[in-house]
């Protein structure tokens, strides 16, 4: 009998080319690792972030490279000898990987998302240190070897090259849209040793609250590896224990049912709290304690709820979370660098907590990057974010060969064992817009052929892997978690806007319609939508060779495009700026402020045209809306909302205003009736108003609105007055309020087109929202620039305070220092108004500039 130990293998490792006779092992930068950051490290490459440094290096993924270490045998007694098992376990091995110990082949990879476990206990020295070598072929040049073998399959991608279909190594590796191509390699995740005489291999349960909240019944499972049998099984909430049992293992099983009376249930953030239980496993033998392993769980009741509506077409795509129906605003998330073992713990915490900071529900965890680490689900835990989970497949036409079809099966077991405890994932999904790529290419797909072993035969063969291998996976592993075929997926196709989720990208992508159509692009549950903005300038001169003194420090400059990775990125971000703003690409500052406006404007204007669809029980038309892409694995302008560096971009604070508790939504639509059938002349031309409230809290509550009109040009104030009092706002919906022309002193004189519609909700006299609707396009308004601009920062540093003469658009505050955050930015002025904005981290000294559209 041996306790349960777990040593890391992380010390004294060095790598070096390995096709390479001269080169000698030199030390790895941190442990675990891949090699750009080991090449990085030891300045045998510049960062491959900077410039178009990524040009050069891209060697690196075309050749071998060999990692190595060595570590001491554990030492054990005669009798320990004879009873234990050392096992050496590899977290994620980068990715064709052959790992070699004192001389000899003990594994061989081709994935980089299986972990795995060797037994070596007869392969270790009895005294001394072992070597470990472990050997990276790459893993581009297996891939189009295993294109050249399968050559009757389809290959067929977008982004990347058809290589990365056929590697089980994270898709973006291969460059993406938004993202280099960097083809690291290396023992990406830790690597321990093992050595026990039985231990708890795996711990999980499955948890049933019932419908009432008020009982949850909960099954704990463990497995054990060895000939211990007793398992003890702790529940505890807070420290404080909360059941215990102590059971027998039968063929390596046990398991015990709990019925847990009034369970402290977990919720999303401002539904609840996010308490969460710790449940331990103790395997114990002659009673002593040998393994242990814990996980902490949330209980929660969480439902998909698919069904029809009132007076629309298909069924509703909504997350119920313990009977609550969440409009799920949110974004989709990508890897947070290309270099994944250098994101540490805390920067996990820092992106979930600005993601619960700017009012958002739910990321989607994308199919071309990784599972991710235990660390950022914990976060998502912790703080009360839902998460979508993608498996790792997008944008292509995947193979099915025997043994990627081996490899797959493997992959999905192990990581949806590796995450299934997380009371943050509310849906797996099967891959990441496949189906789209097969609709593309018009590959074989008939919904009515259920039989599996036919669609390997089509020239869609993956469809086996995401309604099969997948699909099983999930039913046996996490039968209570809802598996969706694919993102987007449902309904007659993957466009079809009534049933399943759509990625809308008719803007930007496709037939680039205007964002201000937004409301006629809803669908049930739209998981992606984007547009692009320039990231901060620090971000860019953080990539600028010379940075601030950088020759190609401008809009449209080599480097700065290279730090676009879009097809047609330049035609697409000057369409929407010209079709909406007066602007220029100099100077710089304002160009990329004008880019932040457009998107901060685009993706302001679909969370508020879908949340004005989620109309209630039975009305919920649309369930949520997930943007493209909260985050960047690198400096570059992308649709991202907060550039690499966390910085937001001015969109992150527009969709925080959407999502807040309470918001109002305002849109103008022109009306053209004509006097009679042939005039083109004597046509009479209303401008209309329509004014709707978002209750995304769960109280019902009695408002009043006050709507307000100002020339644009003048300042002045053409109207007040309060439109609709004391209605209702009922709880956790939009509901329409008014609709009424848009207020003018004189009629027919195109005074509307001048005129800026403020709204306010106002609750016992306090103001509880706002919404300062513009004429549109802006580029027509007359936007002056105002002389009073009042910005000031309070003494104790915590409100800016803002007001204007005129109305003003988008006003932004700046600040040099990176440790100073707003609560809000880029906010609209009228006359008579004081806006005051949250700061924290300012100083009265803080200096804080401002810009605005029509500033310059
Ligand atoms: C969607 C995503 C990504 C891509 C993005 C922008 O299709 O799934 O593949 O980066 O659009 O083009």
Redesign the pocket.
């Known amino acids: 009998m041996s306790k349960h130990t777990i040593i890391p293998v992380d010390q004294h490792w060095t790598f070096k080319q390995a096709d390479k006779k001269d080169a000698k092992f030199l030390p790895v930068a941190q442990f675990p690792t891949n090699v750009h950051l080991d090449l990085i490290a030891n300045s045998i490459i510049p960062d491959p972030f900077i410039g178009k440094n990524e040009n050069d290096i891209q060697w690196i993924g075309e050749v071998p490279w060999v990692y190595k270490t060595t570590f001491p045998s554990p030492t054990l007694s005669t009798e320990q000898r004879r009873n234990v098992t050392v096992v050496l376990a590899f977290d994620g091995l980068d990715t064709f990987a052959t790992v070699v110990l004192n001389g000899k082949p003990i594994l061989k990879t081709d994935n980089m998302f299986i972990p795995e476990r060797v037994d070596v206990t007869t392969h270790l020295k009895k005294d001394g240190d072992n070597e470990l070598e472990i050997t990276f072929e790459s893993a581009y040049i297996k891939g189009c070897a295993l294109l050249e073998k399968y050559p009757d399959h389809h290959w067929g991608c977008?982004?990347g090259d058809s290589s990365r279909l056929a590697v089980r190594k994270a898709q973006y590796h291969w460059g993406?849209?938004?993202g280099p191509t960097l083809m690291t390699c290396g023992p990406w995740r830790p690597i321990n040793l093992e050595i026990f005489s039985s231990r708890i291999s795996d711990l999980y349960f499955t948890s049933d609250v019932d419908k009432s909240l008020k009982v949850a019944k909960f099954v704990a499972k463990a497995e054990v590896e060895g000939d211990a049998t007793e398992v003890q099984f702790d529940i505890s909430l807070n420290g404080n224990s909360v059941a215990s049992k102590t059971v027998k293992a039968n063929k390596g099983f046990a398991s015990h049912s709990f019925t847990l009376e009034n369970p402290d249930l977990w919720y999303p953030i401002r539904y609840g709290g996010q308490p969460l239980y710790s449940m331990t496993a103790t395997l114990i033998q002659d009673g002593s304690a040998i393994s242990e392993k814990s996980k902490k769980f949330g209980l929660r009741r969480a439902e998909l709820i698919q069904r029809p509506m009132k007076d629309q077409p298909g069924t509703t795509f909504f997350f119920q979370i313990n009977n609550i129906p969440i409009f799920c605003g949110g974004s989709?998330w990508i890897p947070a660098d290309n270099f994944i073992p250098r994101i540490t713990k805390e920067k996990y915490y820092d992106w979930v907590k600005l993601v619960a900071d700017g009012n958002q529900f739910m990321i989607r965890v994308?199919g071309?990057g990784v599972f991710e680490e235990q660390a950022f689900y914990d976060a998502c835990d912790e703080i009360g974010i839902l998460v979508w989970q993608d498996f790792m497949f997008?944008?292509g036409n995947y193979p099915a060969f025997p043994e990627y079809l081996k490899s797959v099966k493997i992959e999905a077991e192990e990581n949806v064992k590796l995450l299934r405890h997380h009371p943050s994932i509310v849906i797996w999904a099967g891959n990441?817009?496949d189906y789209q790529y097969q609709e593309s290419e018009n590959l074989t797909y008939d919904l009515e052929d259920k039989n599996p072993d036919n669609w390997l035969k089509t020239n869609f063969p993956a469809r086996y892997i995401y309604e099969k291998i997948l699909a099983d996976a999930c039913k046996e592993l996490i039968p209570d978690t809802y598996y969706h075929f694919g993102s987007p997926w449902g309904g007659k196709d993957t466009r079809d806007p009534t049933i399943g989720d759509i990625?809308q990208?008719n803007v930007w992508?496709g037939t680039q319609e205007k964002y201000q159509n937004f409301d006629k692009l809803v669908g049930r549950f739209v998981s992606?939508f984007?547009m692009e903005a320039f990231p901060n300038i620090k971000t860019i001169d953080s990539f600028l060779p010379l940075g601030k003194d950088d020759p190609d420090r401008f809009a449209q400059s080599s480097t700065v495009d290279f730090h676009n990775k879009?097809d047609g990125h330049e035609r697409r971000i000057a369409l929407y700026l010209v079709e909406n703003f007066r602007y220029a690409p100099d100077p710089f500052e304002q160009f990329i402020y004008c880019t932040q406006l457009m998107q901060a404007e685009c993706l302001a204007s679909a969370y508020r045209l879908w949340k004005r669809q989620w109309k209630g029980p039975g009305r919920e038309y649309c369930g949520g809306a997930l943007v493209?892409?909260i985050n960047d694995c690198w400096p570059v302008t992308s649709?991202a909302i907060v550039d690499f560096y966390l910085r937001p971009k001015h969109a992150f604070y527009t969709v925080k205003r959407e999502m807040a508790p309470i918001s109002l939504g305002v849109t103008r639509t022109e009306h053209l009736v004509p006097k009679d059938k042939y005039t083109r002349a004597f046509v009479e031309k209303t401008t209309k108003i329509e004014i709707w409230g978002s209750n995304l809290t769960l109280r019902e509550m009695t408002a009043d609105l006050v709507v307000k009109a100002f020339d644009a040009t003048t300042g002045e104030e053409t109207y007040s007055k309060t439109v609709k009092s004391s209605f209702t706002l009922p709880e956790n919906q939009s509901t329409e309020i008014a609709d009424f022309v848009v207020p003018v002193r004189e009629k027919d004189v195109d005074e509307e087109k001048k005129t800026v519609v403020a709204a306010y909700l106002f609750q016992e006299g306090k103001q509880i929202a706002r919404y300062i609707n513009w004429p549109e396009p802006l580029k027509y308004v007359h936007l002056q620039r105002p002389k009073r601009l009042h910005v000031e920062l309070s003494h104790d540093g915590k409100v800016v305070e803002i007001s204007a003469e005129y109305p003003v658009k988008g006003l932004a505050l700046e600040c040099d220092d990176d440790n100073i955050s707003f609560d809000d930015n880029l906010v609209d002025i009228v006359p008579g108004e004081v806006v005051y904005v949250g700061v924290k981290g300012a100083k009265k000294s803080t200096k804080i500039n401002t810009r605005y559209l029509g500033m310059v």
């Open positions: 977008w982004n993406w849209d938004w989709d994308w071309g997008g944008c990441n817009e990625h990208w992508h992606e984007g879009a493209w892409q649709w």
